[in-house]
């Protein structure tokens, strides 16, 4: 054997040990990624941008999770954002109550569903996606993107006031009669 074709064996040899061990690395990271993620929390979100509204607008609402812990104020139209998990496994469930003076309260009721990228674990986030880190993060849920409070009509006895401006010759005599004079 010449020292050529022995430096030719071990170059070989060099060469598919690196190729080799590219390939390990490879798909080391692979195998990591797949189960270091969940489908839903690379694709989707735990938290989701409600659009809170309400018939007639201007109405406070409070917005309480389902400890009945009030995680958000404000008056409509309004855009909130409300986290959809509420521990391992646990959606999350929110009460918006609508005031406004002149009308009776009202409530509704902000619950979870599935999310729909929950599912593609099955293909891309295994097990690891599925049983940890998507129940986990409150990824595997999603919340509506509005809510919407409908206040009705308003109480007897508290309706708006309405002014109405008449000219004085549209008046009766007696009405004439019990006006004062300001200047």
Request: with cysteine; aromatic share 6%.
């Amino acid at each position: 054997m010449t020292p050529a074709s022995a430096n030719d064996g071990k170059t070989l040899y060099q060469g598919s040990t690196m190729q080799s061990l590219r390939k390990l690395l490879t798909l080391s990271a692979l195998t990591t990624t797949l189960l270091m993620s969940g489908c839903a929390s690379i694709v989707g979100d735990s938290k989701y941008p409600v659009n809170v509204s309400s018939t007639p607008s201007g109405a406070n609402f409070t917005i309480q999770n389902k400890q009945g812990i009030v995680v958000h104020n404000g008056s409509t139209p309004n855009t909130v954002t409300l986290p959809s998990g509420r521990g391992y496994f646990k959606g999350e469930t929110y009460t918006i109550t609508f005031k406004k003076d002149g009308y009776a309260d009202t409530s509704t009721t902000l619950d979870t569903s599935m999310s729909g990228w929950y599912w593609g674990n099955i293909l891309i986030g295994g097990l690891i996606g599925m049983l940890v880190v998507d129940p986990m993060t409150g990824a595997m849920y999603k919340l509506p993107e509005d809510a919407a409070g409908n206040l009705g009509s308003p109480l007897a006895g508290e309706a708006p006031k309405n002014l109405t401006l008449l000219e004085i010759d549209q008046l009766s005599p007696a009405d004439r009669a019990a006006l004062v004079r300001i200047n």
